[in-house]
């Protein structure tokens, strides 16, 4: 009998153990996004660059821009990098200059004609996925950085599968409807990446354009600009607009068929949608369940908290009781689960 009790409360002890187990696995479910900015806590003008980590360990780097370069200790293992746009301000003309200038106007550092982007990929050996003509671009970008032209990037199965790390760079093409997986070496499934389309423009600045360059007054001629919707291995869809307008798709193809969960969404005004067409993508094309404010050239936050008569406050303002607005401050991860709720935003 006392043997038995012993074997029951053993049992137990096992049960309980293996459910602490199972808990913590479900709370690693996480996936992490890192918003690497110009200023450590706050929001500011040139602030793009987003690092995401799946559950699986698979890390993203989307737009890093003029904040981050391949010196920057904030980054980190590397495994995917995508790109909307070549514009300066997304593909990085200029290396970042840290704690020079303010939050409203963040001094630069030297101009980096290879790119930032490039120079990041080249060293962490990333996978490079981008819109039409931007990936060749990219990789004549990494030649010039590297002595050798990334390959093109694997696409196993299906699900054109990739696993990483990778030993080397390399770089393809992502057009709208397409889509790559990006699988963590021994994980059983991986990081879906999707091509969607943006309204915009994508030409490359002259400046960045190589020898023999471009007619002065033009621009090198890029391919499509493009967004993204990453479905991570917890089950949350982030849709990444990229620098765009409204279309009618954002609600029949991104909203009906991909489903997202967190957008993050480029809203500066004048040269992407402005905060009340963002507030109007919340109403009535896309629900989700948390947004990130991005892309804002403001000084959104002081002390990390909105501004007063900033686009992010009229935005926040209007959004506020059905969508969670978590505001990408630099430096701060955020954990969403896989029904895109932030964990400890509110
Ligand atoms: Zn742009
Ligand atoms: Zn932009």
Redesign the pocket.
């Known amino acids: 009998m006392r043997v038995q009790s012993l074997v029951v409360a053993l049992v137990l002890v096992l049960l309980w153990v293996s459910h602490g187990t199972v808990a913590n696995g479900q709370s690693s479910g996480l996936v992490r996004v890192t918003p690497l900015g110009s200023h450590t806590g706050e929001l500011c003008r040139n602030d ?1 660059a987003l690092l995401f980590e799946d559950p699986t360990g698979v890390r993203i780097l989307y737009d890093p821009g003029r904040t981050v370069d391949e010196t920057d200790r904030r980054l980190g293992d590397v495994h995917v990098m995508l790109l909307s746009h070549a ?1 300066t ?2 593909i990085g003309d200029v290396r970042p200059n840290p704690g020079a200038g303010s939050c409203a106007a963040p001094a630069a550092g030297a101009a980096n004609s290879n790119t930032n982007f490039a120079s990041i990929a080249a060293v962490k050996n990333a996978a490079v996925l981008a819109p039409g003509e931007l990936s060749g671009y990219l990789s004549r970008k990494i030649l010039n950085i590297r002595g050798s032209a990334p390959a093109a990037c694997a696409e196993g199965g299906l699900d054109n599968i990739f696993d990483v790390p990778l030993s080397a760079p390399c770089a393809s093409a992502l057009r709208p409807g397409g889509s790559r997986t990006a699988r963590r070496g021994g994980a059983p499934t991986g990081v879906r990446i999707a091509a969607v389309p943006a309204f915009h423009s994508n030409g490359v600045p002259a400046a960045l354009v190589d020898a023999p360059g471009e007619a002065p007054g033009l621009s090198g001629y890029g391919g499509s600009e493009g967004g993204f919707v990453i479905t991570f291995t917890n089950g949350l869809v982030a849709y990444l607009t990229g ?1 765009t307008g409204m279309f009618g798709d954002m609600e029949t193809i991104i909203s009906r068929y991909y489903h997202p969960t967190l957008v993050v969404l ?1 809203m ?1 005004d004048t ?2 949608l402005g905060p009340n067409e963002a507030i109007y993508m919340m109403k009535s094309l896309i629900r989700p369940r948390s947004v990130m404010p991005s ?1 804002v050239n403001e000084e959104a936050t002081s002390g990390g908290a909105i501004r007063p008569g900033t686009r992010v406050e009229l935005f926040w303002l209007f959004v506020r009781d059905y969508v969670d607005v978590v505001v990408p401050v630099s430096d701060l991860t955020r954990s969403f689960d896989g029904s895109g709720r932030c964990g400890g935003c509110r």
């Open positions: 793009r514009h301000d997304h620098d480029n500066s040269v992407t892309h």
